[in-house]
């Protein structure tokens, strides 16, 4: 298991922005794809966005298009969610993820990821 950490969750108001980190642990974090989630209660966690491990490949959920952006620093072992113009409905707990040793690609199902972050929340609202 690689221990996660997320931070940077808040209060925000509608259209404003975040930013989310999360720092993974050694070797491990450094040849896996990288994920966020989030859940809202009495609802399933949804796939939000994915970056390979060569940072050369992203793919985003139709929902959060042109308005999130992930990113990852191999170096700090730490992959970030920029979030702007956030609406109501962003509002969740958002999931730090590492897929699965050998995985390729952006993999974007829950069963993909073996590692996850405690969450951290997000609140979008006036």
């Known amino acids: 298991q690689v221990p996660l950490t997320e931070s940077g969750g808040g209060l925000v108001q509608p259209g404003g922005s975040l930013r989310l980190s999360c720092t993974g642990s050694?070797?491990?974090?450094?040849?896996?794809?990288m994920g966020w989630f989030r859940q809202t209660p009495g609802k399933e966690r949804e796939f939000v966005a994915v970056i390979n491990w060569e940072d050369e490949i992203k793919y985003y959920a139709n929902s959060v298009q042109r308005r999130f952006t992930i990113s990852r620093d191999n170096a700090k072992n730490t992959v970030y969610l920029q979030m702007n113009s956030l609406v109501t409905e962003d509002t969740a707990v958002y999931y730090c993820a590492a897929a699965r040793l050998g995985i390729k690609g952006t993999p974007s199902q829950l069963p993909d990821f073996d590692s996850w972050g405690q969450g951290a929340q997000v609140t979008v609202s006036s």
């Open positions: 050694g070797d491990t974090f450094n040849r896996r794809a």
